[in-house]
């Protein structure tokens, strides 16, 4: 996709990783003044020391410091900091504390559907309860809080629903929430006494995957797919409409329809998706990522 890796940062996670290059012309001072500061902060002023499980505190206080000016001026506290190693790691180890109970009590959580596979396999795992919610394919794939309504009103008949999941900008279905889909979640989530797990990407890359997204267009000039405006992620969701013979072939061979179509894809023309079974979808209907 064409997305540069931040040269700041590599410099200076080299710098901490290998500190002799500190004397070292080919780095620009402000990436030896950050790599300086984080040694300093280390035990044994080496990143190969054991620290807290929450991460460096130096760099806490810098992610608490980033957060007040983004959200101008209010307050955050390095105390509510937890540094991961990435994105799964962090969902993982957010589930696992939410996770509890057994049978009707366990922990319900909700999750958009098309989804990120790691959601489904972890809930797997800590045996949660999956609660689906549908994006409406019909509206750019929009969260709808009527939706969330519906989902958590027949989830609780059999569990306690605890968390709600958003994926913003969405994978696979790559749409950007608008500021108000954003507010009422997070209202609905209130009221609903549930966790809210945001799972979301930085305006700037956005902005150059929205201007990549548009090129998506072209999926619609093709006969059997359409594919709604993609507003900024690095996916795409295209629905896909297969012919009865296609649909009856792939059963012969015990494959997902979808599956099928893209096999057959990647073997004509070399062009690899992945299947919308995958994900979730709608009963019937067939995509891919
Ligand atoms: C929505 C979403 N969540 C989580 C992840 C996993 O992120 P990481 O690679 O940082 O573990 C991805 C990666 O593509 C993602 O798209």
Redo the contacts with the bound molecule.
Sequence with gaps: MGQKPITFMCQVLALCQYPDLLSSPSFPEDAKKRAMRILQACGGHSSGSYSASAGIQTIRENVARYIEHRDRGIASDPENIFLST????A?MAVLNLLVSGKGKNRTGVMIPIPQ?P?YSATLAEFDAVQINYCLNEEHQWGLDVAELQRALGQAKAHCQPRVLCV?NPG?PTGQVLSRENIEAVIRFAYEEHLFLMA?EEKKAVLARLAEKAQLMKILNKQPGIQCNPVQGAMYSFPHIQLPPKALQRAKELGQPADMFFCKQLLEETGICVVPGSGFGQKEGTYHFR
């Design positions: 990435g994105a799964s790691s969902i990120y790691l994926i994978n799972d």
